[in-house]
């Protein structure tokens, strides 16, 4: 139980209301370890970008029980779950999110600051340097392409050093092989970082890299697998 950085007991969620409301999230019960890589794979709709919002605490559970680091998201205030993600918990999105009128340095620091960093900006040019951008950190987001914009996603969701990265496709908006390299690069920085990584991809050959697997079907987990089993099932 103490290895767990993830301990989700039979959660579920409806999102919208009336007519136009889903059951999105139907009992699900998941324990993910410290230092772990987990991909989430399952058809569009089946409740995997949902699943990845409630474990940052971006949304809130109907039932069951979220439990982050030890912690129980349900027993906090919408403040205190907002801290307490911005120590906890980094995300990377398909699309970047980064702010358009801020430089990469400000993107990556302004956060940090935020959150009452006195070495915000030294860090963020030494977490940018590490994915490779220190020699970007004064370019805007619309002055970098898609790949060098995804850097500086991953370097702001590192930068606190969270013990959770949450990414949500993060090389679906790139081409193949700058991809390749953004998906390289995760890994690179999981095992360096020490994070525990939470990735949603449709890439069967980038789940296939994490230590594990899990299939999300209609709200539900239909499989969960080891990578070793993985590897004896092939
Ligand atoms: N705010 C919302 N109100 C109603 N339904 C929603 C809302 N957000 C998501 N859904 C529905 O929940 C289901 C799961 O969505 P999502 O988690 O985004 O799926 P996935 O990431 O696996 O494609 C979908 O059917 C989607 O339409
Ligand atoms: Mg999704």
């Known amino acids: ?46 409740g995997k970008s949902t699943l990845l919002m409630v474990l940052a605490g971006l949304e ?6 979220v439990q982050i680091a030890g912690e129980k998201l349900e027993s906090m ?7 307490f993600r911005g120590r906890n918990i980094g995300i990377v999105f398909q699309s970047f999110h980064l702010i358009p009128n ?13 959150a009452g960093n006195p070495d915000a900006f ?4 030494n977490v940018l340097a ?17 790949g ?10 590192l930068a606190p050093s969270p013990k959770i990265l949450i990414a949500d496709e993060p090389t679906g908006n790139l081409d193949t092989a700058t991809g390749r390299q953004i998906t390289d690069l995760l890994f690179e920085k999981q095992k360096e ?3 525990t990584l939470v990735l949603v991809t449709h890439d069967a050959t980038l789940a296939a890299r994490c230590d594990r697997e899990i299939r999300v079907r209609s709200g539900l987990i239909e499989a969960d697998e080891h990578a070793p089993e993985l590897a004896k099932s092939a």
């Open 122 to 125: 030294g860090i963020a040019e």
């Open 130 to 146: 590490a994915v490779g951008l220190a020699d970007r950190i004064t370019h805007y987001p619309g002055e970098l392409s898609g």
């Open 102 to 114: 801020m430089t990469a340095l400000e993107n990556v620091a302004v956060p940090l600051e935020l």
């Open 60 to 65: 809130h559970v109907d039932s069951g029980s």
């Open 1 to 46: 139980m103490t290895k767990s950085v993830i301990a989700l007991d039979h959660i579920e969620l409806t999102l919208g209301s009336g007519a136009s409301s889903v059951h999105v999230l139907k009992g699900i019960s998941l324990n993910i370890n410290y230092g772990q890589s987990v991909g989430i794979v399952g058809p569009s709709g089946s």
């Open 77 to 83: 205030s919408e403040d205190q779950i907002a801290a």
């Open 148 to 157: 060098e914009q995804q850097r500086v996603a991953i370097a702001r969701a």
């Open 193 to 195: 970082f020490g994070v």
